[in-house]
C-alpha cells in the first residue's frame, strides 16, 4: 500500500486531465474542487482504519489481562465489607477478635457455604490499605534505613480454603492463634525470594517498623504471591498476613465460597452479621470476580470508546466513498455513453468507477496503517500488555474497509453500467 502512494497522488493529481473538459455540459468538476473531496474521503478511510485498527490492539490487551492469573480463584466467592462502627468494637481488639469469629462460624454453618473467611484488606478493594516497613531480627538495619517494605493484611484460619491460595511451606494461621499466644505471621513468596533468597524463612522473626508493637513475630508459612490491586500491574512489594486475632483495625471484610451464584450469598452474609451484633451493617456486598473484573474498568471503557468512534468513522468514509463516486459518475454521463457506444461492456464500466473507490481506500489505508503502527510503538510504552496481535488487527481492518468500501463504491458503478448509452449521449 505505501509503495503505491505516489503513483496513487500522481493519478488524483492527473483526474482533471483525464475527465471531460470543465465547462461543457455534463462536465466534471475542477481538478481542484476533485482532489479536496477526495482528500477528506481518503482522511476518513485513514481515520477509520486507525480507530478499528486501535479497537483490535486493545481488545486484544484486554483479553490477555483478562487471563491473568490473580494468585487466587476469585470464581464462587462473595464479599461483605463491614466497616466498625461503636467506641466498644472499632477500638477494642478483643472484642473484633470475638464479633470476627463468631460471624464466620455462623457463615460456616450455612447451607451452600463451602467455606467462610475473614480479611482486612480484601485483595483488589479500591480502598485497601496496609503497608509498612518490618525489621528482620539479627540483620540491623543501617542508620537512616526504613528497613523491608511490604503490605499487610489480617486473616482468619480458613482465608486460603476460601480464596483457593496455594500454602508453599510451614503453615497457615489457625484458630490458636489468638492475642495471648505468640504473634506469628505468614509471608508471601515475593516477600521469602526478595529477603531470604535461597533459604527457608519459616523460623525467622520480624519485628513491626511503624506500630508500637514490640514483641516480634515469628513466620510460620510461606504462600503464594496474590496479585492486590490490578491485573494490569503487579505493584505489591509482597505481603504480609497476620490472624485476625492478633491484630486490630477499622473493618473486616467476610467471604463466602459457593458453588452456585455468589450472588445468593448476599442475604446470608447480610444475617449472620446482624445475628451476631445488630449495630453492625454491611455497607458494601460485591463478588470478587466483580472486583477483579473491575480492576480492567479503564481499558474496557477505551476499547468501548474507540469502538464507538470508529463505527462512526467507518459510517463517515461509507458515505464518502458512496456520496464522492455517485457525484463523479453523475458528472462523466456524456463519458460514460461514449466509451459504451464505442464498444465498452458494462463490466468495463464497473472496473472504471469501482477502481476510484479502490484508489481512495489504497491512498486512506495505508496513511492508516503508518499512524496505527507509530501509535501502537508509543502506546507499548503506556500500557500493559499492549501491541500483541497488531498484524492480525491492522489486517482486519483493512478488510472490514475493503469490503464496505467496495459495496459503497459498486453501488453507483452498477448505476452508470445500466445506463442506456443513447440517453447518455443525448444528455451530454
Known amino acids: 500500500m505505501i509503495a503505491g502512494l505516489g503513483p496513487a497522488i500522481s493519478l488524483l493529481r492527473s483526474r482533471g486531465r483525464l475527465a ?7 462536465g466534471t468538476a475542477s481538478a481542484e474542487k476533485q482532489r479536496m473531496r477526495s482528500a477528506f474521503v481518503i482522511a476518513e478511510v485513514a481515520a477509520a482504519f486507525f480507530l478499528l485498527a486501535g479497537t483490535g490492539l486493545f481488545l486484544t490487551s484486554l483479553e490477555k489481562l483478562q487471563s491473568v492469573d490473580p494468585g487466587f480463584n476469585p470464581h464462587g466467592v462473595m464479599a461483605a465489607m463491614v466497616p466498625f462502627s461503636g467506641q466498644d468494637l472499632s477500638k477494642n481488639q478483643a472484642r473484633q477478635a470475638t464479633f470476627v469469629g463468631s460471624v464466620v462460624s455462623n457463615l460456616a454453618a450455612q447451607p451452600g457455604v463451602l467455606a467462610a473467611a475473614a480479611v482486612a484488606p480484601l485483595p483488589f478493594d479500591p480502598d485497601d490499605g496496609g503497608s509498612c516497613s518490618f525489621g528482620i531480627i539479627g540483620r540491623p538495619a543501617a542508620p537512616n534505613d526504613p528497613g523491608p517494605h511490604s503490605q499487610l493484611t489480617l486473616a482468619t484460619p480458613d482465608y486460603l480454603k476460601v480464596m483457593q491460595i496455594p500454602l508453599l511451606a510451614g503453615r497457615w494461621i489457625e484458630l490458636g492463634d489468638v492475642a495471648s499466644s505468640q504473634r506469628v505471621v505468614v509471608i508471601d513468596q515475593r516477600l521469602a525470594r526478595k529477603y531470604w533468597p535461597g533459604q527457608n524463612p519459616v523460623g525467622q522473626h520480624i519485628s513491626f517498623q511503624c506500630s508500637d508493637r514490640t514483641n516480634p513475630a515469628t513466620i510460620v508459612g510461606v504462600v503464594a504471591t496474590v496479585r492486590l490491586s490490578s491485573l494490569e500491574q503487579d505493584t505489591s512489594d509482597g505481603m504480609r498476613y497476620y490472624p485476625i486475632a492478633q491484630g486490630d483495625g477499622p473493618r473486616a471484610d467476610f467471604l463466602v465460597r459457593t458453588d452456585g451464584d455468589p450472588n445468593r450469598m448476599a442475604p446470608v452474609l447480610q444475617r449472620a452479621v446482624a445475628a451476631v451484633d445488630s449495630s453492625q451493617a454491611v455497607s458494601t456486598l460485591v463478588p470478587v470476580e466483580t472486583l477483579v473484573s473491575d480492576s480492567l474498568a479503564g481499558r474496557r471503557l477505551i476499547v468501548r470508546m474507540l469502538a ?9 468514509a461509507i458515505v464518502g466513498i ?39 481506500l489504497a491512498i486512506g489505508l495505508a496513511i492508516g496503517a503508518v499512524l496505527s503502527a507509530a501509535a501502537s510503538a508509543i502506546l507499548r510504552k503506556m500500557f500493559t500488555d499492549f501491541g500483541g496481535g497488531i498484524f492480525s488487527s491492522l489486517a482486519l481492518a483493512a478488510l472490514a474497509l475493503l469490503l464496505v468500501g467496495v459495496l459503497a463504491g459498486l453501488i453507483p458503478a452498477l448505476r452508470a453500467a445500466s445506463l442506456d448509452p443513447v440517453k447518455a449521449l443525448r444528455t451530454e
Open 20 to 26: 471531460l473538459h470543465e465547462g461543457g455540459r455534463g
Open 322 to 360: 458512496y456520496g464522492l463516486i455517485s457525484y463523479v459518475t453523475a458528472q462523466r454521463t456524456g463519458e460514460v455513453g461514449v466509451r459504451m457506444a464505442l464498444g465498452a461492456q458494462r463490466i468495463d464500466v464497473v472496473q472504471l468507477i469501482l477502481s476510484q473507490a479502490l484508489l481512495l
Open 308 to 316: 464507538v468512534f470508529g463505527g462512526l468513522a467507518l459510517l463517515l
